[in-house]
């Protein structure tokens, strides 16, 4: 049996795979690894299965618990209602322009139109036919120009030379297109809940607003998304009205 088994630290330190047979011996042997592991039913005593699966030691069963499936209570009934709403009706709540820049404006020229619109805090990088190509945060923007103003805030962020490589593209940083990231955009007649999604997933405080040539025609953030739903909430009580 010890030759099946190959010895104690064997057994304690590695997978062993057995060919048996005879059904005796197998129970032999499963009766030998009992003893060796001090039984199966302590924990972190390992598995023994039997191939094809008829036994099956160590191992507990408990059957599944049914999920509860709980929806979070709505603040209002009717905001549900909201997602639905068009896009084009939520810009038109803060009336925010979108700041446009073409591919190969310098970084300073970006920052000098995002000053001019300081609500909005994405800005959409065009091609020379006014098409939407890409994207600059505000915060990617800051950190594309203070690269230059304070490199040594960056320089004691890198610890390997996947960072460091990060950080010689940034100095390379010149332009607009250098800047941008992929294009994400809602079109005209997309919904609240389309356009909230892609900023959700995509961690973006707004998104442009794009007709069927893919050019910029406007802009929506999370705050006009909270004006629709406080608008609401004010129009539909008198109280608030008469106050």
Not at 136 to 164: G, R
Request: glycine share 6%; net charge negative; aromatic share 4%.
């Amino acid at each position: 049996m010890d030759q099946v088994w190959g010895g104690r630290s064997e057994v304690q330190t590695r997978t062993l795979i057995a060919v048996i047979e005879d059904e005796n011996l197998l129970n032999q042997a499963i009766a030998e690894a009992e003893r060796v592991v001090g039984g199966f039913d302590r924990p972190n005593s390992g598995l023994l299965f039997v191939l094809p699966v008829a036994r099956s030691i160590g191992v507990f069963k408990k059957p599944p618990e049914e999920p509860l499936e709980v929806s979070p209570p709505a603040l209002r009934s009717d905001w549900a209602i909201l997602r639905d709403t068009p896009v084009e009706e939520v810009d038109l709540l803060l009336g925010l322009e979108p700041t446009i820049v073409n591919e190969n404006m310098p970084i300073d020229g970006v920052a000098q139109a995002m000053l001019e619109h300081p609500s909005v805090h994405v800005a959409s990088v065009v091609a020379e036919d006014g098409r939407l190509i890409g994207l600059i945060e505000l915060s990617v923007l800051a950190d594309d120009l203070f690269l230059h103003i304070l490199p040594e805030e960056f320089l004691k962020e890198i610890t390997d030379l996947e960072e460091l490589m990060a950080y010689a593209n940034k100095i390379r940083t010149l332009t607009a297109k250098d800047a941008m990231k992929p294009p994400i955009w809602v079109k005209r007649g997309e919904t609240v809940k389309e356009a909230f999604r892609r900023m959700h997933a995509n961690k973006l405080p707004g998104l442009p607003i794009v007709d069927e040539c893919y050019k910029v025609v406007g802009y929506i953030n999370l705050l006009e998304l909270l004006s629709l739903c406080i608008q609401k909430k004010d129009t539909s009580n008198p109280s608030t009205e008469a106050s």
